[in-house]
């Protein structure tokens, strides 16, 4: 099995709650819009080829909680690092549905946790402050749900399947 990638799109509000200056506790929740497409190349069980692809599309409420470490502001910039956790309702998992692969229907988990890292820096320009950031989000918990025969060549040969994104941020403030 490959999987290819594809972009997604997020948008989101932010909470700021300052500790000291220099260290902030951040509640970004969001919407995120992504999708995956699983692809099982060369595969004799499957007799058509649409029944090799599978497009998982994604919809999560996405909550981090973030630890935001500041640097002293320098002119008009003041570059961070962020750390946290996160968790995810994905609005389109179809994990109670009765339907499996066989009915062309592919299942994943409601609820979902991940593991955030990233940087990024704030410009204070004259009406707005705007900061560009990179984020990572990691998945921690198995997503999949495996398909009622055992043997099934969608989810039998997987043992895990974890969500990975990289986030370009743009926040305006």
Not at 2 to 11: A, C, K, Y
Not at 72 to 85: A, C, I, Q, S
Not at 94 to 117: A, H, I, K, M, W
């Amino acid at each position: 099995m490959q999987t290819t990638r594809s972009l997604g799109f997020n948008v989101g509000i932010v909470g700021d709650l300052r500790i000291s200056k220099y260290v902030n506790l951040r509640l970004e929740p969001g919407l995120v819009y992504a999708q995956r497409t699983l692809v099982y190349p060369d595969n004799p069980l499957f007799e058509n080829e649409n029944d090799a692809i599978r497009d998982i599309a994604s919809t999560y409420i996405y909550v981090p909680l973030l630890v935001r470490l500041s640097t002293k502001r320098l002119n008009n910039m003041k570059p961070f690092v962020t750390f946290g956790v996160a968790t995810a309702l994905n609005l389109s998992s179809n994990e109670s549905n009765p339907d499996d692969n066989f009915s062309g229907t592919f299942r994943t988990t409601d609820n979902n946790y991940f593991l955030d890292v990233g940087f990024g820096v704030d410009l204070y320009l004259f009406w707005f402050k705007f900061t560009p950031s990179i984020r990572g989000g990691f998945g921690t918990n198995d997503e999949i749900v495996q398909d009622d025969r055992p043997n099934s060549p969608w989810t039998g040969n997987i043992d895990r399947l974890r969500s990975r994104g990289v986030f370009l941020n743009f926040t305006f403030q």
